[in-house]
């Protein structure tokens, strides 16, 4: 028996959504010695702001009147959306008045813009083609920029011959989520989920070749490259 193609994407994405939920999780012990040591110490804000876009933008997207037939896009941005605010708030709780005032306008900053791109959208663009066009190309955009954290510690990996910040977990579980959801997009063909999931998927056999390549029995430190949940890789999709 054939199995719908649809009924057959559908699993695929709610593998998808359970992967990107363990990986939106993955910072989580940074939180927990924030909360123990009530000070934010040397951590940084910026990959949790830039996440927190990253979701935004693909909620949006995923919307039924910008690209319909996309609630598993919708569920598990959803739930890092909320999981990136929880992470912000602690951040905000701990963080030192210049830090904070920092972390706000940054923030502030995104608000503007979402709200924007919003406007932009349902005032603008009236055929769900010129939506998914222009929320999907910014969607690919800030995605892209996302992988700048993988491509930084693949470099540190070749340069110290170490693999001491790349947790070979971390970089497995990245690759196997870039596969679903790059499949998920190739069955109802959606380009905008296929690019950035098809690049994820590639930096993530990438970083389990160096891995391999400069593995010499020592333990990787879940250090550094926790510091980015990826998109689905990051963002999840």
Same mark, same amino acid.
């Given at each position: 028996m054939v199995m719908n193609p649809d009924a057959?994407?559908? *699993? !695929?994405? &709610?593998?998808?959504?359970?992967?990107?939920?363990?990986?939106?999780?993955s910072p989580l012990p940074t939180f927990v010695t924030i909360v123990k040591k009530k000070d934010v110490e040397e951590f940084v804000p910026d990959p949790?702001?830039?996440t927190f876009l990253n979701c935004a933008l693909w909620v949006f997207y995923g919307l039924p009147f910008i690209h319909p037939?996309?609630?598993? *896009? !919708?569920? &598990?941005n959803g739930t890092g959306l909320l999981i990136e605010i929880a992470y912000l708030a602690i951040y905000f709780a701990y963080a030192p008045k210049p830090k904070r005032c920092r972390m706000l306008g940054v923030l502030t900053v995104e608000?503007?813009?979402?709200?924007?791109?919003?406007?932009?959208v349902l005032l603008g663009a009236h055929t769900y083609d010129k939506r998914s066009l222009i *929320?999907?190309?910014l969607c690919v955009f800030f995605g892209t920029l996302m992988?700048?954290?993988?491509?930084?510690?693949?470099?540190?990996?070749?340069?110290?011959?170490?693999?001491?910040?790349?947790?070979?977990?971390?970089?497995?579980v990245s690759f196997i989520n870039g596969i679903c959801w790059t499949i998920y997009?190739?069955?109802?063909?959606?380009?905008f989920i296929t690019i950035p999931n098809g690049m994820g998927t590639l930096l993530g056999a990438?970083?389990?070749?160096?891995?391999?390549c400069y593995y010499d029995g020592s333990t990787a430190k879940n250090k550094g490259a926790l510091e980015l949940p990826k998109d689905g890789d990051s963002s999840a999709v």
């Open positions: 057959v994407r559908n *699993v !695929v994405g &709610i593998i998808g959504n359970l992967i990107s939920f363990g990986l939106f999780l949790y702001l830039a037939n996309s609630i598993l *896009v !919708v569920t &598990i608000l503007v813009f979402l709200a924007a791109v919003a406007a932009g *929320v999907g190309t992988y700048a954290a993988p491509l930084t510690i693949m470099k540190q990996v070749i340069a110290t011959k170490s693999v001491e910040y790349m947790p070979f977990t971390l970089s497995l997009a190739l069955i109802r063909f959606d380009i990438a970083q389990l070749i160096l891995y391999f």
